[in-house]
């Protein structure tokens, strides 16, 4: 572990004043209230395009697709390799219009995006502003990046990666309760389809198409749940079949898409296997039905090594300002799959917990939005120094 301060002295002061509760407490509150479902992420990249621009900084877009890009600000030496720092702007709707305002209690503030990733961006907003005004600002290479669509397709992280600099280490925002996320699942989607014969309900030529489907569910979730010590979860994206006819009849089809989040190449092909073998008893076992299982995508996960000098840089960041510095598993996709698929060295980390992300009662504390803040700075900063010493 390496001797360091949270920021070398003489940056000090300025990471120390700029990062401040009340300048978080209004940033964050602003970026929640500009909602910025996916698809919709407009409003919101204009004002952090304003915020940076007060500050002097010069914004790149990157054309993602019509009204959406991503933000990129570059520092340092274009020619050296720079460390990035990434979240997504956007977020799941809100569901409810409560959601959608910033409300603070005490140290806590509510509404949709605050933990999922907006703590995040106005950690790395306020770091990254605070890095800029330092005396060595134009020597620090560090490249801020804020993606579209994490939440849905993924192609705001798609496209950067298409013609990105060259990273040392990247740190993607994500709520991880301030945890050093170097490992987190990627999934696999399924669907199923199964059709039998309509016939009376009540004496039927065979069995039922959904009744399959839903039995075939119910034994992939087994099986899945059969691997590893890392969290499994199966989801169901959704479901359709039958009809609302008021004539019985077996309904003649059932379709369903399936999630299983996974952590390797070979879990998603041992997922497919599963799926597979599933389907054939299934379809042994449900006379009369024909049934079928398909992939529809699949995404590889995050896997940095555990002595990554990020790792190094954040933890001894963290440890410096008095915050635990555990190196955790994260059981759902980010950004950061595909920096990592693109060969950069990359952890994710932030404040808030995935259990509030998509909620009705998403929150974040504002104390931890801070030392996420001074923590990234500070990791920036001493490898910044390290690598001119
Ligand atoms: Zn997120």
Redesign the pocket.
Known sequence: MPKVTPYPRAMGETIATFITLPRINKLLSTLIRIPSPSGEEAALLRFIETYLGQHGLTVRRQQVSRNRYNIIVHGGNPSRPSVLLNS?VDTVPSYTAANSVARRVGDTIYGRGSC??KGSVAAMLLAFVAIRRSSDSANVPVDLCFTVG??NSGDGSQRYVQDCRKHAWAIVG??TGLRIVNCHAGYVEIVLTASSVRSHAFDPAGEQAIIAVADLMLEINRGSHRRGKKPVHTFVHWIEGGDRSPFWSVGPSCKAALVVNTYSKEEIASILRLARTCCATAARKHKGVEIRVQTEGSEEGLDTPRNSPVIEFLSASLHSIGRDRGVAALPSW?DGARLCAAGIPTVVFGPGSLKD?HTVQEKVNIKDVRDASIAIAGAVMNWHARSQS
Do not use: G, K, R
């Open positions: 997504h999922d990733a994490e939440e994500e709520p980010t992300a």
